[in-house]
């Protein structure tokens, strides 16, 4: 619009919401949905490590140790690295919980300290027997520092747990077959069920992330279809009124049948060109809908030669297009018959919006108003008192 028109805005636009982005399932950044059911899972799976680890440590490494007494070669030295490893599992199993990742190199340098420590305090006698606790229970510690990293960093630490013991057993002087046997069976059998559990969590969490983020991307591309066809139907129906607005007056004038120079047919005309323009207008994306809408009413009003004031106070809420047409439509159609000049006014808060024309009186008939009444949750009002002519229509939130 010129910058020398008279018409004049005071409204403060909303700013438009952002549109939520889902990733597709695979993709580097996964949807919300799916970090919430990966961090449910996984949560699940620390809980259940931190209770194997503890429950193993109390319940079996524990009174092996008291059992065994004093008859270990340094006894002292097994206790202690039994309440070192507690303290370094009740630690991390809080940490754990609450969501976080304990500093996994430095415990576990201290564990493999403990551990070397106890294969070498445990003495000969009870080198095979449950008083040696770093056995079996020293691998679900090992999986409870290194949680949530790659599980060769597992595999490093279970290697080097092995390697501890096959010196110890070397050094004790278990050298024979049998002996060797049962080193073995022990490796295999303390390892292998936290590797499992450690690889089964891991795979369970992603798992959980990639169904999450599929499902979510599935419901995104049917939100965007819904959206997509809401939206073609939607163009379908405006291309109808718009047709319907046009046609028959392009219709009389194209049979001979309406009169250019006619004052009654050129308000006609007037009138469709301005609904066109708000019609076209309803597709726009743009922060307030109706003030758009009603601007493109008045702008086309004003190249008609018409002055007009425009004068918004608040800002409308979100509206749905029915109930904008209904709020426009009446004004659009006052517009067209308007002569002199004209003061559209929007008056707005979340619950109500008004709007309103006034122009100068004149002689003929308001064949291009709409009569008062109702349309729907839109009220309208249309006056004249000789002077001027006033037309509102006004929507109340239910």
């Known amino acids: 619009m010129a910058t020398e028109s008279p018409m004049a805005v005071t409204t403060r636009p909303a700013p438009l919401p952002r549109p939520r982005v889902f990733a597709r399932a695979g993709s580097a950044?996964?949807?919300?949905?799916?970090?919430?059911?990966?961090?449910a899972s996984d949560r699940g799976a620390r809980l259940v490590a931190v209770v194997i680890a503890l429950a193993w440590h109390l319940v079996i490494g524990l009174p092996a140790v008291l059992a065994a007494g004093p008859g270990m070669a340094a006894p002292a030295v097994v206790a202690g690295g039994w309440l070192v490893t507690a303290l370094v599992g009740v630690a991390t199993g809080v940490r754990l919980l609450r969501g976080g990742l304990p500093p996994a190199r430095r415990l576990a340098a201290a564990l493999l300290v403990v551990d070397a420590a106890v294969?070498?305090?445990?003495?000969?006698?009870?080198?095979?027997?449950?008083?040696?606790?770093?056995?079996?229970g020293l691998a679900w510690f090992f999986l409870l520092v290194l949680w949530q990293r790659p599980v060769r960093w597992l595999l490093v630490l279970l290697a080097a747990h092995a390697t501890i013991a096959l010196v110890a057993v070397v050094l004790h002087g278990a050298t024979a077959p049998a002996d060797l046997s049962r080193y073995a069976m022990y490796v295999y059998g303390t390892s292998t069920l936290p590797v499992a559990v450690f690889a089964g969590a891991a795979a369970l969490t992603g798992l959980a992330r990639d169904r999450a983020g599929t499902a979510a991307?599935?419901?995104?591309?049917?939100?965007?279809?819904?959206?997509?066809?809401?939206?073609?139907?939607?163009?379908?129906?405006?291309?109808?009124?718009?047709?319907g607005t046009a046609e028959e007056v392009l219709a009389a004038l194209a049979a001979g049948d309406a009169d250019p120079a006619d004052p009654a047919v050129r308000r006609r005309a007037v009138l469709a060109a301005a609904r066109l323009r708000r019609l076209i207008a309803e597709s726009d994306d743009v922060p307030d809908p109706l003030l758009h809408e009603l601007r493109a009413a008045a702008d086309l009003a004003e190249r008609n030669g018409l002055p007009i004031e425009l004068i918004a106070v608040g800002t409308p809420p979100e509206l749905p297009v029915d109930v904008r047409r209904g709020l426009a439509d009446p004004l659009t159609a006052a517009l067209a018959g308007a002569r002199g000049w004209a003061r559209l006014t929007v008056v707005a808060n979340p619950d109500e919006v008004m709007v309103s024309l006034v122009t100068p009186d004149h002689d003929g008939p308001d064949d291009s108003v709409a009569p008062a009444g109702g349309d729907g949750p839109v009220e309208r009002l249309h006056e004249r008192d000789g002077e001027i002519r006033w037309t509102q229509t006004r929507w109340r939130r239910t």
């Not at 950044?29 to 961090?39: F, I, N, S, Y």
């Not at 591309?221 to 718009?242: K, N, W």
């Open 119 to 136: 294969f070498a305090a445990a003495g000969e006698r009870f080198l095979f027997t449950t008083a040696n606790w770093v056995w079996g």
């Open 29 to 39: 950044a996964a949807p919300p949905e799916a970090h919430a059911v990966a961090d």
């Open 217 to 243: 991307a599935a419901l995104a591309v049917a939100a965007e279809r819904e959206a997509a066809e809401r939206a073609q139907g939607e163009r379908q129906a405006r291309l109808a009124l718009v047709s």
